[in-house]
């Protein structure tokens, strides 16, 4: 996709996507009252499924930051004293890495000198950001959640890294899994990212991986979606775009205002929707508050 195609469909997106000048959601708009009231009705069986990994605290090739858990108490021979101790640990992470399971907030993406909606990108400074942070979604997530298996549908185990997922895979995942995507879902979109990574180790997912391509979004925008999650982070690397490093988080993020959810893992729910005959349930996602943050460890639970 040339550069100049690339800035047309960002304009695109802006223009499929109204908001008002004050607007600090996005496509949370979407996700109305009536809608997280009807997502309820997708609970079934009660069953509850984690859609995020483990937090990692080794380093590897795609983790070179990990994230560091460190016990500060009991100090030695304390814990089998006499009378109350406490147990405590103190932890830390690099938020937006390659391997643990986290949410954007739309003040992480910074195009042109501007963050969403034309907030200016001098509002992220050392201190935090004080506008679009992870403070917006305070209150959780809760809709109607749909998982489209594009592995499944092209009768391989995952997408090797490269590979693009294109709107007609989107829609023929739909048409292979009996579901449609509507206003206010809350959209996974499955590579395959981490059982590929579970059955040959981890690799360098920064210089290559699957993902959307950029002219995929728009189906995005056109069904209303109003959060989307991934096992990958969204784009394919190497880009698809010269010069756009991220081009799939620049459409969604800065055009469109959706937040996005970076490799999750859904081995368990493609498990329980298979058995369950059925890929929509009720999701909830309860980022942790974090003042001036530009994203949050995340754990959304699927519910069927």
Known sequence: MTADAFRALHEELRGMSPRTPDDRRGTLGHLTPERVVAASSEVRSGLTVSLAAPIETRAGPDNPE?????????????????????????????????????????????????????????????????????????????????????????????????????????????????VRVGPGDVLFVRVGHRLRRREHGAWNAARARAGLHPTAVPFLAERQVSVLGADGNHDTAPSAVAGIDFPVHVLAMHAMGLHLMDYLQFEGLTEACERAGRWSFLCVVAPLRLPSATGSPVNPIAVL
Do not use: K
């Open 66 to 178: 990990p994230a560091r858990h460190r016990m500060i108490a009991p100090v030695a021979g304390e814990a089998v004293a006499e009378g109350l101790h406490f147990a405590r640990d103190r932890f830390s992470m690099n938020v937006h890495g390659d391997a643990d399971s986290h949410l954007d907030a739309l003040c992480h993406v910074l195009f042109d000198g501007e963050l969403y909606n034309g907030v200016p990108a001098s509002s992220v400074t050392p201190g935090g950001a004080r506008a679009l942070c992870v403070e917006t979604v305070r209150d959780g997530i809760v809709g109607r959640g749909v998982l489209l298996d594009i592995p499944r549908l092209r009768g391989v185990p995952w997408l090797e890294p490269g590979d693009h997922v294109t709107t007609d895979d989107l829609t023929a995942a739909e048409e292979a899994q009996g």
